[in-house]
């Protein structure tokens, strides 16, 4: 069996010799920071299960157990700080080996660590802003959360009437066809596919490793549980986000 000191050699062979590289981060590489993932034991869908799109826009039940969900998943994400993990990924930017950072989170750390706001491609939205289901209206998430807070329990906009929500997207709800594009764009360039903190388990996100594995690229994979294409990757490590990413660029 293949030793992990043996895994962060061989990663590091791979980033030492890459020099357009895609990441692709869940919520794994955040929970170092104090932000829970959906999915991982004990986590908030297995006592509370996801909101769909649909239920939200038609059931007011659907609304109110979004927002009692929500209400301390928004304060942690104010309060979290980037960690390690994240900060290893804006060396590479700074190294000019990173094409960019393809995130299924939604809480805005990849900014916070010093990446050029360009090179970040929020596929799931970002939980900073509230929207307008109807109009589309934007709005700082701290405003609304402070509504919710002074006990309202079905905000709706102030310009047109249609349900609030953050920014994100739910079950049901399409990813933006721009951030798409981008995303796959990207990964059409890239010579390494790094994968941090996900599952695999949520398309579109999901699909976009093989984009480069059709094309024999490289794929290093950090995640604490088994994903669906460790099977395919060079290095599949289950170990910390925040313990391996900084050893994988450290030594460039
Ligand atoms: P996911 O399916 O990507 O699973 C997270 C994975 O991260 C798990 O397999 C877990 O083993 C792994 N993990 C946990 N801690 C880790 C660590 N320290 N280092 C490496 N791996 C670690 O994500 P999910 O939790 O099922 O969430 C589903 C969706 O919900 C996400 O795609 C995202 O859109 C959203 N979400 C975002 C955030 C955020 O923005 N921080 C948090 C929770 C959920």
Redesign the pocket.
Known sequence: MITLQEQLYDATELVQHARHIVALT???????SG??????PG?I?QQHPPVSYHDFLHKPEARQSYWATRGSLTKR?MEARPNT?HRALVQLERRQRLLGVIT????G?HQDAGHLPERVIEL?GT?RFAACTLCGTRSPMSDLQQRIDAGEVDPCCPQCGGFLKAA??LFGQRVPARDLTRAKEICEECDLFLV???????TP?STLPRLALKRNVPLII????P?TLDAHADVAIH????IILPQLVNIL
């Open positions: 869940g919520a794994g590489i955040s929970t170092e932000i829970p993932d959906f999915r991982s986590s869908w994400v993990a299924q989170n939604f809480d750390l799931h939980s994100t997207i941090i903190g996900s599952s695999l388990k949520v996100a950090v995640n604490l549980q994903t170990e910390k986000a925040g």
